[in-house]
Each structure stands twice: as C-alpha cells, then as structure tokens.
C-alpha cells in the first residue's frame, strides 16, 4: 500500500518568480515491495508545477521518500493539478492535490514637480521626480534616462538609479537648456512634447529594468 501525505499543498507567489519548493512523503505502508513506475503531475495547471524526488524505483516495506515540489508561473492567475505514483500497490493510486496563486509583480507610478517650467535660454529646469510603488513593495533598482529633450537640452538625474522597496524614492531631474529660449509645457497632454514626452520617456525606460530585472 503507498501513501501520500500532506494530502494537498497549496503555493502562493508572484508572476516570473519560482516559489520556495515544499516536500510530501510517500510511503510503502504494506508488507512488499513497493515497485514505482512513475511520478507524474497532469490537470489543466501541470506545466506551472515541477517535481523532483527521491524515490528511486522500489521502496521496501516500511520505507519512505521525499518528493520536492516548486510553482512557478509566467502570468498571474490560479492553477490546479494533480500528483500521481503509479506503482505495483494494490487499490487507488495515491494522488496529491496541487494549487498554486501568482500575484501580478509589483510596479511603480512616476511624478514629478512642478508640472512645468518655462526657462529662459541658458537657464535650467530643476524637477523632483516621486516614483511609487504599486502592489506591494518594488524591490528592483529603476534606472532613469531621458530621451525627446528640446535640441542642445542637457538633462541629469539625482540619483540616477533608484529603489523604491516599500515607500516612495524620489531623484531631482536638472535640465540644461541651451541659449535658445525653450519652453517646458505641462504634462496633461495638451501642449507640445518637451516634458510630457520627457516624463513619459522616463517611464518607459523604468518599465524595461523592470521587465529585465523581472525574467
């Protein structure tokens, strides 16, 4: 007779990350040997679902074995499958539930302040940029560039790279415009591009660390 226990596991993570693995035992609770033909996981959620064990193929009477189990799903949403050892035991096959929960990966919002500045040429523009993080804290460094500036336009950031964890990072955006007379318009979309399409540049640029940090 063969054993699985716990009778179920359930894994919680997020999108992208492989979860800590966590281990059932199966047991030969009969008076034979208990010959093993296979360990396998099926259902709709098997492909989010890993094992490794150390059952060999036979287990004497009395014996045990360890079988690891991780999650790991690209997507957030929610998966179910089904461990199954086939063996030579007599009556149902031993079968463990499986579920496992990945949480969309958290991300972060971008502001800055003022909304806008007008500068005279050879003047600058000084912005203090908030980034927040969204659904949990953002533990990956957003590196910050800037592309689309006026022609001649020089800008720095202060820190150039950030991490927000769980609260808000902030960095100072320093423009340098060039001695031709520009205008800095706000960002509600209504105005040419200099800063809106600044800001917006820096957000995507923010958004592909993420991704590469992320897997």
Known sequence: VATLSPSSLTFTTTAGITSAAQT???????????????ISI??????????????GTSLVAGANCAISITFASASAGSFAATL?????????APTEALSGTATAPPSFTIGASPASQTVTAGGTA???????PQGGPFANAITLTATG???GAVATFTPASVTPGAAVASSTLTIQVPGVVG???????SATMPV????GCVLLAAKRRLRSLGG
């Open 24 to 38: 059932l035992q199966l047991a030969n609770t009969g008076n034979g040997v208990l010959n093993i033909t296979g």
């Open 42 to 55: 099926g259902g709709t959620g098997a492909s989010a679902f890993t094992q490794t064990n150390t059952c």
């Open 84 to 92: 199954s050892v086939s063996s030579n035991a007599t009556g149902t």
């Open 126 to 132: 000084t912005y203090v940029l908030s980034l927040t």
């Open 149 to 151: 500036l006026p022609s």
């Open 183 to 189: 205008s800095l318009r706000p960002m509600d979309g």
């Open 196 to 199: 809106f399409a600044l800001l």
